[in-house]
């Protein structure tokens, strides 16, 4: 570690940046650990910890650029993909909540025999009795 | 400074995993676990890239951006599974 090639200015900045990362890690994960249900329990990972490892990130970028001098994007390509895939995989959780829970008297009926959480290849299927595709017939 | 930053980033990360860990052996339904291994793979990335910064090295940013992904990819295995009891239909 070269503290001393860094200018002061920097690394405060990148102190301060890693300790509001590890905050925000800390919360998120103690957020998982004691909200009562399942659906508040996934605000604080998809969160907090997003905000919290882009913190990191972002100072381990500033010290490399403090540090080294040069520009890396290793970070910025975590970052972004850590943005692109934590809705995702935190919707295909609540999916999959929804399907396990069958929370039939606290979601409205979705009015077809299929549950909220699964795919009704009946309901979005344009030609139900094969009449265009009589080779794909039933 | 920066030193004593990270040394306090290490010990929140470690006490987030321990959460984590945790909330993995308790979960009542298999949704928490999966929720509880998603976010302890983020902390494993979280904690590589400390572990970066305080070696002052550049090798590590391949290894958590593979942990990342295997990370999101065994997430949505893990749904699609307790969504359709198949992962690949």
New interface residues.
């Given amino acids: 570690?070269?503290?001393a090639l860094?200018p002061w200015l920097g690394?405060?900045l990148?102190?301060v940046l890693?300790?509001a990362?590890?905050?925000f890690?800390?919360v998120?994960?103690?957020g998982?650990?004691r909200l009562p249900t399942?659906m508040q329990?996934?605000h604080?990972?998809t969160k907090a910890?997003?905000l919290?490892?882009g913190g990191?990130?972002i100072?381990?970028m500033l010290?490399?650029l403090f540090?080294e001098g040069r520009l890396?994007v290793?970070?910025l390509?975590?970052t972004l993909?850590?943005f692109l895939?934590a809705p995702?995989?935190a919707y295909?959780?609540a999916?999959?909540?929804l399907?396990?829970?069958r929370l039939d008297e606290e979601v409205p009926p979705t009015g077809r025999p299929v549950g909220w959480?699964?795919f009704d290849p009946a309901a979005s299927d344009p030609d139900p009795d094969r009449s265009l595709r009589p080779d794909r017939a039933p | 400074?920066?030193?004593?930053?990270?040394a306090?980033?290490f010990?929140?990360?470690g006490?987030?995993?321990i959460?984590?860990l945790?909330?993995l052996a308790l979960g009542p339904?298999?949704?928490?676990r999966?929720?509880?291994l998603?976010?302890l793979v983020?902390?494993a990335?979280?904690l590589i890239?400390?572990l970066?910064?305080?070696q002052?090295t550049?090798i590590h940013?391949?290894a958590?951006?593979l942990i990342?992904?295997l990370g999101?990819v065994g997430?949505?295995a893990?749904?699609?599974f307790?969504?359709?009891g198949d992962v690949i239909e």
């Fill in positions: 570690m070269s503290g860094l690394e405060l990148v102190t890693l300790l990362g590890s905050f890690i800390v998120g994960s103690w998982l650990l399942f329990r996934l604080g990972p910890t997003t919290g490892v990191i990130l100072a381990s010290f490399f540090t890396s290793h970070e390509l975590i993909f850590l895939t995702v995989s295909m959780l999916k999959a909540h399907h396990r829970a959480a699964t | 400074m920066i030193e004593f930053a990270v306090v980033g010990a929140a990360v006490l987030g995993t959460f984590c945790i909330r339904d298999a949704v928490d999966a929720l509880a998603d976010t983020v902390n990335v979280a890239m400390l970066g910064i305080a002052a550049a940013f391949e958590a951006l990342a992904m999101f997430t949505v893990f749904c699609k307790m969504l359709r």
